[in-house]
């Protein structure tokens, strides 16, 4: 019911910056929620940051000060610019949307997006 597409991973070295592309498409008029979650190899799936259709943004501690999500109504797409990059951060972005009253009926993944932090 709706497609995820991200973009904009890539290789950067310790210091640089990256802006992620989260581009939405299908029945999007239900979700209230997007947000970036990072998988590194053999760790737990981490959240990164969110933004509700309210506003409300939230970061962990990791992101905070660094990394800012943002959207863009007009083109369904949700932006994370991330600065600072550090080599813990490498890791496959992916992007979430969700409708926070539906459960799991309501909840969305994209396919990925590969950061590579290192010099």
């Known amino acids: 019911q709706v497609q995820l597409v991200e973009s904009g991973g890539g290789l950067v070295q310790p210091g640089g910056s990256l802006r992620l592309s989260c581009a939405a498409s299908?029945?999007?008029?239900?979700?209230?929620?997007m947000g970036w979650y990072r998988q590194a190899p053999g760790k737990q799936r981490e959240f990164v940051a969110a933004?509700?259709?309210?506003?409300?943004?939230t970061y962990p501690d990791s992101a905070k000060g660094r990394f800012t999500i943002s959207r863009d109504n007009a083109k369904n797409t949700v932006y994370l610019q991330m600065n600072s990059l550090q080599p813990e951060d490498t890791a496959v972005y992916y992007c979430?949307?969700?409708?926070?009253?539906?459960?799991?009926?309501?909840?969305?993944w994209g396919q990925g997006t590969q950061v590579t932090v290192s010099s």
């Open positions: 933004i509700t259709s309210g506003g409300t943004i």
């Open positions: 979430n949307a969700r409708n926070t009253r539906a459960g799991e009926g309501e909840n969305y």
């Open positions: 299908g029945s999007i008029f239900s979700i209230n929620y």
